[in-house]
């Protein structure tokens, strides 16, 4: 399994991208692009940070305008289709070989001939931009018509040491635990790409699920009009959903190896 069908299955699943490399620091505002080859995001900016929008969105720099932190959960378990997540235990010791300590412990099954992706975090928080941010402003700025917005990012508040007991017939999927020590992984029966991280700083910034916006078609073609024609009118919306929305990976279908399935048109055949 390559980067790419893991971020896919995950995407599929939650609506959000997990960051291939967590250790690379992302932030509510930052904006640019996911790598169409190896799916990481590619960071160009932050909106906090950009003079363009700064000059033009002087209250961003308030601090009511500023990223707020969500509450703190026991922990997050993330399941592609084909995955099925058995008993979660949080706290405590393990009691297992190699193990002395652990504050969770997971199980995981993939459905036999089928391909999985899991992604587990301990105390995770959520940081996001705030839902009265001035959108429409925002979507105003030129840098940001093509640019993927991060509106929410997902950390862990919490140092911890796992354990992985997997029931999984072909292949081990890929598991992301995000931390701020190191991690600890059992696995049993591994026979494929596994994948573990941890921050080592100390601090909460170790970035593992993004949601990303994009802002939608018909205001991006509304956009590109503005900026020939001053004062063509922008498009009716009854909401900022209809500005900005979620976007979506930058490839094709992906088959069980990772790869693009080609596109045959058959309506002439």
Known sequence: MDSRLYISMIQQTSARFPNWCPATPVKPGDFGEINSQSGE?????????LKEVTD????LLGDDFR?????????????????ISGDVELGGTAA???????????????????????LVMVRPRAMSLPSDLPWRELAKIKRLTSMLLVTEVTVNEQDISVELIGDLPIAAPVGSAGGNTAVTWKASRRTHLFRTACSPSGAADYSTLLKLKKMSP??????H???????SPPPEVTNDD???????????????????DDFEDTIFD
Request: glycine letters at 8%; hydrophobic letters at 40%; charged letters at 35%.
């Open 96 to 118: 297992a070989a190699g193990m002395a300590h652990a504050s969770l412990k997971a199980h995981f099954k993939i459905v036999k001939g089928q391909r999985g992706a899991f």
């Open 218 to 223: 018909r205001w991006k073609e509304w956009c």
């Open 56 to 59: 033009a969105i002087p209250s």
């Open 67 to 83: 990223p707020k932190y969500g509450r703190v959960d026991d922990e997050l378990v993330i399941c592609s289709e084909h995955t």
């Open 41 to 49: 995001f590619e960071r160009e900016g932050n909106i906090y940070e």
């Open 242 to 260: 209809e500005i900005w929305e979620d976007a979506s990976v930058p490839w094709a279908t992906l088959d069980d190896t990772g790869k693009e």
């Open 225 to 231: 009009k503005l900026i020939k024609w001053r004062d």
